[in-house]
């Protein structure tokens, strides 16, 4: 039997009222997987960080209902969804969001004290152990300023695991790095996710990227306009099927 | 509170915006120190000034029941009016002694001193002074200060002699050892002796001559006494006390020393209004300026609690990072600003010249600072309003 960790279903999102709406998702229908890599593609303009705000419970759906660990998610208040973010999600956004006020060790702590207030010593060193999983353990007294776009994204995806969310949400983690250190952040976010068994969704315009998740879902006009499971299809074969779709890259 | 993870992102932004922070905690150390500078002032020169109006002087009268109002108080008033009997039964209380009995069993009360007033005249080298007398037992020269101001002879009372006032001592050239004639309103006279000549300050004091009590009651023919004269520990409860205890005496009647200063107090009292009146819109200036700056610091941190709320702090903790950041301020500022307030203080007691000191108590400290952290409190609800409402996908969807 299929475990999913997340079920939405006819999710629809409109902005604005009255006589000015734009509608940018159409009734998406998605299931994704526990300890499973989906990655969301399309054009600019497609809906799909639209869609993985409206997953992440960042932004509400009109209409719709997502499902996360079997729980019913929409239409819940908003210090409860706060609360369920805390506990259960963890973010990577492609400009880090770091807080400029605090060291890179300070700033993975974060979700922990928005959960627990100050850190005892046994989370501060696993914060280290994790940062040294991830080669930035040199940089935990340094500010945002003081370390590459590289380290910072790293430090944002620590940030993001410190809780050991069950879900993690990437929104073009890799967008704003050269291809060398987006791979290797790419690697070291599949690698933990796997470690963790958490499904990672991930928005992505490069089509490499897409190609080494589990299942790459394609948006268009803010519909799904094909899922392809990498483990069905192929490598080869998604690689064909996503071949036309050279505009992404 | 001060272990929570607002607590420390509250701090760790002040810390990080040292400019905004610095400035800020300028504004409320100067407000709270003007504040503080003001309320001590007014208050050391209105302790100044009651000091000069009843240090030395009863602050409560215990009088009959239907003597004229302030007619017996012959130190305010220093010519008796010549309509009214000096020597009437309705200006004596004869049976005193239970008053000082029922009076000193009362904490507040400081003194209780039997008196005898009237007036009289004498008579030295041709002229004729009329003068006040006041015939008191040693607690009563220990109410009017008599025994630490006497500048000739000393300050006992005994038989034939009397201590006189400067102002009658310097006009009838009198020094201590000399011996006059003093005659009563019925022209009956005594020989007394000079025993000691004080200067207490004041223009009605110095106009006075104390007799013995014993002395005064057998010269002016006064059966009983004609006042009882209190001083309470607190000046300004004076009349509350009187009041209190004129719900209770049919016999007599307690006159309060602000029911016979009114001006005085309806001054120190438009003093004080305009003082509060000052120290009311220096709160709204801090507070404003608290507000205005907090508001800015709002916007410039809305991508930080864009990113917070998204990792799960809720619109309460939201605003209250913003909150303990205006808690914050207040204390220091208030802290800072009574340490400039005392320095002020000093520089103008030792170096502006006056002639009054600088009072201030723990709760002239204490309430700036309260008003402070609670102004700079309450300015911080609107950038917290703010901070409560942001939603964390306007940040994010903007960049």
């Given amino acids: 039997m299929v475990d999913n960790v997340i079920s939405a279903k006819n999710i629809n999102k409109v902005y604005g009222s009255g006589k000015i709406k734009a509608q940018v998702l159409f009734d998406i229908n998605l299931d994704v997987e526990r300890n499973s890599f989906t990655a969301l593609i399309g054009p600019s303009g497609s809906g799909k960080s639209t869609l993985l705000n409206c997953l992440a419970l960042l932004d509400p759906p009109t209409s719709g209902s997502i499902v996360i660990d079997g729980k019913e998610q929409a239409g819940k208040d908003v210090n409860s969804l706060s609360k369920f973010r ?43 152990r994790l940062m040294e999983r991830i080669g930035i353990l040199g940089e935990k007294h340094k500010y945002q300023g003081e370390m590459s776009g590289g380290q910072q994204q790293r430090v944002s995806i620590a940030r993001a695991l410190i809780n050991k969310p069950a879900l993690i949400f990437a929104d073009e983690p890799t967008g704003n790095l050269d291809t060398e250190t987006g791979g290797a952040v790419l690697s070291l976010m599949k690698e933990i996710n796997a470690e963790n068994n958490s499904a990672l969704v991930m928005v992505t315009h490069d089509r490499d990227i897409a190609l080494q998740s589990d299942r790459v879902v394609e948006l268009v006009n803010g519909r799904i306009w094909r899922s392809i499971n990498l483990k069905t299809a192929g490598f080869q074969g998604a690689e064909k099927q996503l071949e036309n779709r050279s505009c992404y890259t | ?140 020269l220990k ?26 001592a310097d006009r009838l050239s009198l020094s201590a050892g000399d011996k006059l004639n003093l005659k009563n309103e019925r022209g009956e006279q005594i020989f007394v002796q000079v025993n000691g000549v004080f200067d207490i300050g004041s223009e009605a004091g110095n106009g006075l001559v104390f007799l013995s009590l014993d002395r005064a009651r057998s010269f002016l023919r006064v059966g009983g006494v004609s006042s009882i004269e209190v001083q309470v520990v607190d000046v300004f409860a004076a009349d509350k006390i009187a009041k209190r205890y004129a719900k209770g005496y049919t016999r007599v009647k307690f006159e309060s020393w602000q029911s016979k200063n009114r001006e005085l107090l309806q001054a120190l009292s438009a003093q004080s209004s305009s003082t509060n009146t000052i120290l009311f819109f220096v709160i709204i200036s801090i507070s404003l300026g608290i507000a205005s700056v907090l508001g800015i610091a709002a916007v410039q941190k809305q991508r930080q609690l864009g990113i917070l709320k998204a990792m799960g702090t809720s619109n309460v903790s939201a605003a209250k990072i913003f909150i303990y950041q205006g808690f914050a301020l207040g204390l220091l500022g208030s802290f800072l600003g009574v340490l400039a307030g005392l320095a002020l203080g000093y520089m103008f007691v030792n170096f502006a010249g006056v002639n009054f000191g600088f009072d201030f108590s723990a709760g002239m400290i204490i309430t700036p600072v309260i008003l402070a952290c609670l102004a700079s409190t309450l300015a911080s609800l609107i950038p917290a309003r703010k901070a409560a409402g942001l939603s964390p996908i306007e940040v994010i969807r903007n960049g």
């Fill in chain 1, 86 to 128: 805390n506990d259960r999600i963890g973010f990577v956004f492609q400009f880090h969001y770091l807080l400029p006020e605090f060291t890179a060790l300070e700033n993975i702590l974060i979700p922990y004290n928005i959960r627990h207030g100050k850190a005892p010593a046994n989370i501060v060193k696993e914060a280290e």
């Fill in chain 2, 1 to 140: 509170m001060f272990r929570s993870y607002e607590w420390m992102i509250a701090l760790r932004f002040l810390k990080k915006g040292k400019g905004q922070t610095v400035l800020i905690i300028l504004g409320i150390a100067m407000g709270v120190a003007v504040q503080f500078f003001l309320s001590s002032l007014m208050s050391g020169l209105q302790t100044s000034l009651v000091d000069r109006t009843v240090g030395a002087a009863p602050h409560i009268t215990v009088l009959p029941a239907d003597s004229l109002p302030g007619y017996v108080s012959g130190a305010q008033k220093a010519s008796s009016d010549s309509r009214n009997p000096i020597y009437s039964e309705k200006t004596e209380i004869l049976s005193w002694q239970q008053y000082p009995e029922d009076l000193k069993k009362d904490g507040a009360i400081k003194s209780i001193s039997p008196a005898v007033n009237g007036s009289g005249f004498i008579e030295r080298g041709g002229v004729t002074v009329p003068v006040i007398l006041k015939g008191v037992t040693d607690e009563g």
């Fill in chain 2, 143 to 168: 109410l009017y200060k008599i025994p630490g101001n006497i500048i000739a002879g000393k300050a006992e009372l005994s038989g034939d002699s009397a201590l006189f006032g400067k102002k009658i």
